[in-house]
């Protein structure tokens, strides 16, 4: 797909993936959504957690709560983390343990709420915002639009995990 070029397009985008993501979903019951059926020991479950902490970093990105001073690219559930190339997986690899033992109904919840949260930002956002390199890009010292275009890419990097934990078969097509 090309890059967009409106809020529009991007809510548009963002909202299309995430009904793809509600309507698999709906066709998974609660148990299955816990069994480790992905790559790494992972379930549904930790991919809805995953995808939520990512949607929740964007979101900080934005308006971060502890104000507009904040580091916007680190909320401080991961501050602590060094930034290099393994940043991303180090991050992952917390966001899954602190997650694990927590329970589905409130892993499902907050992914749902966060979901709402972020089309209601990204719909509030300005074409300045987003567009121009002295809105968003500048307060966080890199380029805003590839991190936005990111909310709604993967989603649609995790649909296939969805499709193997619906699967009776898994990973392993047992």
């Keep these: ?28 019951d609660d148990s299955r959504l816990q069994e480790a059926r992905l790559p790494g020991g992972r379930s549904g479950k930790d991919v809805l957690a995953h995808l939520t902490f990512w949607d929740r970093r964007l979101l900080h990105a934005i308006a971060p709560q502890d104000g507009p001073h904040a580091f916007r690219l680190a909320p401080p559930l991961i501050a602590d983390i060094p930034y290099n190339e393994q940043w991303a997986d180090v991050v992952n690899e917390r966001i ?3 997650n694990r033992g927590r329970d589905i109904a409130t892993i499902k919840d907050e992914f749902a709420r966060t979901c709402v949260d972020l089309r209601e930002t990204v719909r509030a956002l300005t074409e300045h915002d987003v567009f121009d390199p002295n809105g968003l890009s500048a307060l966080l010292g890199e380029p805003f639009l590839p991190m ?6 993967h989603y649609e990097d995790h649909l296939p995990d969805l499709q193997i934990v619906a699967d009776c078969r898994g990973a392993n097509g047992v």
């Design 1 to 28: 797909m090309s890059t967009p070029t409106s809020i529009e397009e991007i809510v548009a985008r963002i909202e299309a993936v995430h009904d793809q993501f509600t309507d698999a979903l709906a066709l998974i």
């Design 148 to 153: 936005l275009t990111g909310a709604y890419e």
């Design 96 to 98: 899954f343990h602190i």
